[in-house]
């Protein structure tokens, strides 16, 4: 095992500037030290682990796998010591660098983004949250367990007692199609089903759903014609086509406004989908974490009305 005295840990915020900033020049300039200082830490990080760790490229560096692997481990490592020493200084929103990632799967995430940006303009300036909006987010739970991910809004919950949850909203399904469509004179779901193909999101589970108003409709066996990966494809199919588009109720404003499509009467509205925000317990007791769930939880309940 390594003996950690030997280890100078203060080349590891050298390595995750360099890493993030992919320019030791930027990385000089994010830790308010000088090129050939940073040079010199990532030719000692060289030699510390065993490899190149950023090959040079005409325009910044390229991080290698060594490198990528060892960043995935560290940030976390790195972002949980920066929470624990905020935590001990205590935490004023008005004041604080915190930095977050968090990411909403939710169709309505970027209209959620903009506004948690919005009101840390006004209530926390100098906090700065990163997002991403993908309907299928990359190895979520992994992300949350290492750090890379500091919260989600998500219909989906990780397993594991380790993560901690709260219902920000709670959403339903529902059918909609072109203006003009036949479905939408059927006063029969029955009918519907017979006569009628969908396009639907393409599921992130397999078997069983573990969200009611999924299990629900997997009873139901619409035939799905088509699936594909993001919501706003299928609001575009359904707009320009006769198959039917299955999408969650807090997208129908939307769906009217931006696409014309109208809802289907005769089609039930498939619920729950609890809408979770998620963390992992680790950070239950972070004042400044708890402020971020705060603000995501006020502008996700702001959205929806």
Do not use: C
Not at 272 to 283: E, M, T
């Amino acid at each position: 095992m390594l003996n950690l005295r030997g280890v100078d840990l203060n080349l590891l915020p050298v390595f995750e500037a360099a890493y993030e900033e992919r320019s030791l020049s930027r990385a000089a300039a994010r830790l308010a030290m000088t090129q050939p200082a940073v040079s010199h830490s990532i030719t000692r990080l060289r030699a510390l682990f065993k490899d190149e760790l950023f090959i040079r490229q005409s325009r910044g560096v390229l991080p290698t796998p060594v490198a990528d692997m060892v960043y995935t481990r560290l940030h976390g490592a790195l972002g949980a010591v920066r929470d624990a020493v905020g935590e001990t200084r205590g935490f004023d929103p008005r004041t604080s660098n915190r930095e977050f990632f968090v990411t909403i799967p939710h169709p309505l995430g970027p209209i959620l983004a903009v506004r948690v940006r919005e009101r840390l303009a006004r209530v926390a300036p100098h906090v700065r949250v990163e997002f991403s909006t993908r309907s299928r987010p990359i190895e979520l739970e992994r992300g949350l367990r290492d750090g890379r991910v500091d919260a989600a809004i998500d219909w989906l919950v990780p397993a594991g007692e380790q993560f901690s949850t709260a219902l920000v909203f709670s959403d339903m399904l529902i059918a909609v199609a072109r203006r003009g469509h036949p479905a939408l004179r059927l006063s029969k779901f029955a009918r519907v089903l017979q006569s009628v193909e969908f396009v639907a999101l393409r599921a992130r589970v397999e078997g069983e759903h573990p969200v009611p108003a999924m299990r629900e409709l997997q009873r139901v066996r619409p035939k799905i014609a088509l699936e594909v990966s993001e919501f706003v494809e299928v609001f575009m199919v359904a707009s320009h086509s006769d198959l039917v588009g299955l999408v969650p109720r807090s997208m129908e404003k939307i769906a009217g406004a931006m696409f014309e499509l109208r809802t289907l009467k005769a089609a039930p509205k498939w619920g729950p989908v609890p809408i979770n925000l998620i963390w992992h317990s680790r950070h239950d007791a972070d004042a400044a974490h708890a402020f971020l769930r705060e603000q995501l939880a006020i502008s996700a309940r702001q959205v929806m009305n």
